[in-house]
């Protein structure tokens, strides 16, 4: 039998992935042929028309919607979130033969006019959080940009002019950029690295409000949620703005949307009528009526999260680090990074903002499980079947890289005594680095932008005694239950 699949997650690095090896091995052993569609961060490889036409059956892993879903129109369709498909691959293989099986035959039925965001049968829930992770997830590559090309420049400045180059390189005009930029000066290299970055930067909260605006009304909600999120950025409303913005047109725009008008006025709704009202309506409530309170929110915010110190920080770096391990990649962890991610757009070019450290420590936090499990398969070995200690050599370089769900083949095995020492490691591991102080601006990249990390060797400590406190927990576990199997298996043999 053949079949076809599109597995995609918010951020579109490890689940979209890990989902589509996953299901191509099942689909392999169960003797079906699959093609899988992974619509990652680096885009789409998208299925021949071809492919798609000659399948029996579709799989949609996906917590995010999945784009030109109207292709695979009237093919027999197995729709479950992307860790579903990595945990239950097989399953879903036999789910999506049963219901090929069952399908009547005949001509596929026409594509709709307009793709679905999210499942139509989903919760309120579900939709407000896949609404929200379209967002981000189009918002996450400004902030690597921009925050890895600002953090570049103060190190360049640094080497340039001392200490005080960080603050120097942020006071260089752009005009002695464009006009008298000199190839031999670190400082104008460090100021063009600043500029770039700060371009970028601006970017964050407009984009994270388009694209939840357009995750809710498709391409008519852009315009409104990207000119509500400049105009959360103006009236100093940060990321909660861009939040809200990007409902707001979202939402304004789908009514329009809806209308039901003449048809001389229907050809020129999308393109004139919508985006001028929904962008009217959206920046009129934006400035008049939800501006101020939202400004005062994220000032209140900003200063509450500036103001943290000592034992305030730890326990929030504490916190953090038991949301990043809870479920390695899932809800949980996905609101911990989102938190510190659309918290680098309140940062601008700040070299010490308390967000600065809460990134430092969800990333270090989110590195431990898998290079805690990593640790644990060469301590003990024999506690771990083949296929774990394979998945232990993998777990090095995906925990290097800051892919949590690394960890994931280890707890979908063991949960209940895997998960509680993955918890445990990463609290550590948070704490330490929210107490060290150390810094980061780079939203992704593991020990690959180490250079770009504030306090590395701190950092770098409490990353090993948390990935040690992981493999220890974890090992200690295994091994009360061997111990404790060994005699029942002596009084089964006897």
């Known amino acids: 039998m053949k079949i076809v699949a599109v597995t995609s997650c918010p951020t579109g690095i490890a689940h979209t992935y890990m989902a589509a090896e996953a299901l191509e091995q099942a689909g392999k052993d169960a003797g079906h042929e699959i093609n899988v569609e992974t619509q990652g961060s680096a885009g789409a490889n998208r299925l021949a028309p071809e492919v798609i036409a000659a399948a029996d059956a579709v799989i949609f892993g996906a917590d995010v919607e999945v784009r030109e879903?109207?292709?695979?129109?009237?093919?027999?369709?197995?729709?479950?979130?992307?860790?579903?498909?990595?945990?239950?691959?097989?399953?879903?293989?036999?789910?999506?033969?049963?219901?090929?099986?069952?399908?009547?035959?005949?001509?596929?039925?026409?594509?709709?006019?307009?793709?679905?965001?999210?499942?139509?049968?989903?919760?309120?829930?579900?939709?407000?959080?896949?609404?929200?992770?379209?967002?981000?997830?189009?918002?996450?590559?400004?902030?690597?940009?921009?925050?890895?090309?600002?953090?570049?420049?103060?190190?360049?400045?640094?080497?340039?002019?001392?200490?005080?180059?960080?603050?120097?390189?942020?006071?260089?005009?752009?005009?002695?950029?464009?006009?008298?930029?000199?190839?031999?000066?670190?400082?104008?290299?460090?100021?063009?690295?600043?500029?770039?970055?700060?371009?970028?930067?601006?970017?964050?909260?407009?984009?994270?409000?388009?694209?939840?605006?357009?995750?809710?009304?498709?391409?008519?909600?852009?315009?409104?949620?990207?000119?509500?999120?400049?105009?959360?950025?103006?009236?100093?409303?940060?990321?909660?703005?861009?939040?809200?913005?990007?409902?707001?047109?979202?939402?304004?725009?789908?009514?329009?949307?809806?209308?039901?008008?003449?048809?001389?006025?229907?050809?020129?709704?999308?393109?004139?009528?919508?985006?001028?009202?929904?962008?009217?309506?959206?920046?009129?409530?934006?400035?008049?009526?939800?501006?101020?309170?939202?400004?005062?929110?994220?000032?209140?915010?900003?200063?509450?999260?500036?103001?943290?110190?000592?034992?305030?920080?730890?326990?929030?770096?504490?916190?953090?680090?038991?949301?990043?391990?809870?479920?390695?990649?899932?809800?949980?962890?996905?609101?911990?990074?989102?938190?510190?991610?659309?918290?680098?757009?309140?940062?601008?070019?700040?070299?010490?903002?308390?967000?600065?450290?809460?990134m430092a420590a969800v990333m270090a936090a989110g590195m431990v499980p898998p290079l805690g499990m990593a640790l644990a398969t060469r301590l003990r070995p024999a506690l771990f079947s083949e296929p774990e200690r394979e998945n232990g050599n993998a777990a090095w370089l995906l925990g290097a890289s800051f892919i949590t769900e690394g960890a994931i083949p280890f707890a979908a095995g063991d949960p209940l005594r895997v998960i509680p020492s993955l918890m445990l490691g990463s609290a550590v591991t948070g704490g330490m680095v929210m107490g060290f102080g150390s810094t980061l601006r780079a939203p992704h990249g593991g020990l690959w932008v180490t250079p770009l990390i504030g306090g590395i060797v701190p950092y770098l400590l409490a990353l090993i005694v948390g990935t040690v406190i992981t493999a220890f927990a974890v090992t200690a576990l295994k091994g009360l239950r061997a111990r404790e199997a060994a005699p029942q298996a002596e009084l089964v043999n006897s």
């Open 69 to 358: 879903r109207e292709r695979f129109a009237g093919k027999p369709l197995v729709e479950v979130p992307v860790k579903k498909a990595i945990s239950d691959a097989p399953a879903l293989i036999a789910q999506a033969v049963a219901m090929a099986a069952a399908a009547p035959s005949g001509p596929p039925a026409a594509a709709p006019a307009l793709a679905s965001k999210v499942t139509n049968d989903a919760s309120h829930a579900t939709r407000v959080r896949q609404w929200l992770m379209t967002g981000v997830s189009y918002m996450i590559p400004f902030v690597a940009a921009g925050g890895i090309m600002i953090a570049l420049s103060f190190m360049i400045a640094q080497i340039a002019a001392g200490r005080q180059g960080a603050i120097l390189v942020t006071q260089v005009p752009l005009t002695e950029v464009t006009q008298n930029f000199d190839v031999t000066s670190g400082m104008h290299w460090a100021a063009l690295f600043f500029q770039v970055g700060a371009a970028s930067f601006a970017f964050l909260v407009p984009a994270l409000a388009g694209f939840i605006a357009f995750a809710i009304a498709d391409r008519p909600g852009i315009v409104p949620g990207f000119v509500g999120g400049s105009l959360a950025v103006a009236v100093g409303a940060g990321f909660l703005g861009g939040i809200a913005a990007g409902f707001l047109g979202g939402f304004v725009a789908l009514w329009l949307a809806r209308r039901n008008v003449p048809k001389a006025v229907r050809s020129v709704m999308p393109v004139v009528v919508i985006p001028l009202v929904a962008t009217f309506i959206t920046g009129l409530i934006m400035l008049i009526v939800l501006g101020r309170p939202l400004k005062w929110i994220s000032d209140e915010l900003t200063d509450g999260l500036n103001g943290m110190s000592g034992a305030n920080l730890i326990v929030l770096g504490v916190v953090l680090g038991l949301m990043m391990a809870f479920d390695m990649g899932g809800p949980v962890n996905k609101v911990a990074y989102t938190f510190a991610t659309t918290g680098l757009a309140a940062v601008g070019t700040s070299t010490d903002a308390t967000q600065l450290k809460i």
